[in-house]
């Protein structure tokens, strides 16, 4: 059959040249579009098109393999593959431990993510008299967790069958650069689509997994805590081992040939080979050819936009809730008009259902965490509401100014702390409904 003819296949006068642009446009949404592949099951097998930014996906995955032949050619420091496909880089607030004594500085991803997750809950306000900041309070109780066989559940792979529209865009471009004998444009157009749906097979091979302290010491007390919000608090109740799923928990991401992960070296070796053929190549082909090349590429870049513009945090958010167990109706919102009330609503809530006289827990540390003026006023507030809490829960408020020694403070200071004593009973009248 002989090769299909059009007047612009002859055209000696013009030429796209878009070969250059081929390994750098749209490098950034491939390489955010890359890093969905584990997140949809199904997804490594969605690889075949003709995908942009080949250069500059090699140079960031490259340096995931780990060996003096790969440090050389994709020189830079080595990221754990967590850490490459954007699933471990986020650090959570801090964590004071009710029971144990644990503080923790800093947390790991999955408490940002729960972070994230509780403010898209819709709270409920607390009895208010007055309102200066309101503060959120969120209070997770947190799931049992059995971790033999733990499988983290992946995404349906209804978005992923959008790679349909690529795929088919770059198939019959191919098909239609050989159909009009531009052999150079054929060649490349398939080269991409192979390179791409290679590297996207053997990078989405790799399993997801969940990192986290599992067995605590024996006798290890209940995991309850807060984490210490911009706005807020979140209130955690659970045994150590659930919590520090949270806590000290990450994703995990093993990809095939640990720790030198070569296959991903020759992945991203081939994705720069192509790179310098699609340089070399492409502008000897025809203008037709070249059309079909560029609209190859552009149908997969708007693909990879697509993929791109997700919320990655709220898929992967959605992952870790769905791997644990934990289901919103375990999640409770509130929001108080004052810091005040929230720091003492949190001390009621962590104390609740234990018996009296407290043991092995101290209120005051909680409200030193919130509140740590060390004034007069706010030390008698501090001790009243700490008395309040020792108390039986079924028992009276003790914040009415009348119970609290005024002694030693000016008008001004008793007019402040009758205050304060409003907003901590505000917050007792909200705990007790």
Known sequence: MPPLSWPTTDSKNFSLDASGVAGFFGGEEAITAMATVHLYRGRRWLGWYNSPGSYTIAKEFGRISKSRLWEGLFPGSNHDPAVAFKLDIMTGPKYV???????????????????????????????????????RISIIAVPEIVYENLLVQTMSIRHAILASFP???????????????????????????????????????GAIGIETVKNPAGGSPPGDGILLTQN???????????????????????????????AVGL????????????????????????????????ASWAYNSFLASLDKGKLQRKLFFDTIGLHQKAMLGFEASTRT????????????????????????????????????????????????????E???????????????????????????????????????K
């Open 232 to 262: 807020g608090v979140i209130i955690l109740k659970g045994k150590e081992k659930d919590v520090n799923a949270i806590t000290k928990g990450k994703f995990s991401l093993q990809l095939k040939g640990a720790p030198e992960y070569t």
């Open 167 to 205: 795929i088919l865009v770059s198939i019959s471009a191919c098909i239609f650069s050989a159909l009009f004998a531009d052999w150079y444009c054929f060649a490349m157009i398939l080269l991409g689509i192979i390179s791409s749906g290679i590297t996207c097979f053997v990078i989405g091979s």
């Open 341 to 392: 009330s929230m720091a003492a609503f949190a001390c009621f809530v962590l104390c609740e259902d234990l018996p009296r006289p407290l043991k092995g827990i101290e209120p005051m540390k909680f409200l030193l965490e919130f509140l740590p003026n060390e004034t007069p006023v706010w030390q008698k507030w501090r001790s009243q509401v700490v008395a309040q809490v020792e108390k039986e």
């Open 97 to 135: 431990a009710s029971r144990s004594g644990t503080v923790m500085q800093q947390t790991g991803h999955f408490a940002h993510l729960l972070t994230q997750g509780a403010d898209d809950l819709t709270p409920v306000s607390l009895p208010a008299t007055r309102t200066t900041a309101n503060s």
């Open 267 to 298: 992945c991203s070796l081939f994705l720069e080979v192509q790179f310098l053929l699609q340089l070399l190549l492409i502008p000897q082909g025809s203008l037709f050819g070249q059309i079909m090349f560029l609209t190859s590429v552009v």
């Open 394 to 432: 079924d028992e009276m408020s003790i914040f009415q100014p009348g119970n609290v020694d005024m002694s030693g403070l000016t008008s001004n200071e008793q007019t402040l702390l009758a205050t304060l004593l409003q907003d901590a009973n505000d917050a007792y009248e909200g705990y007790i």
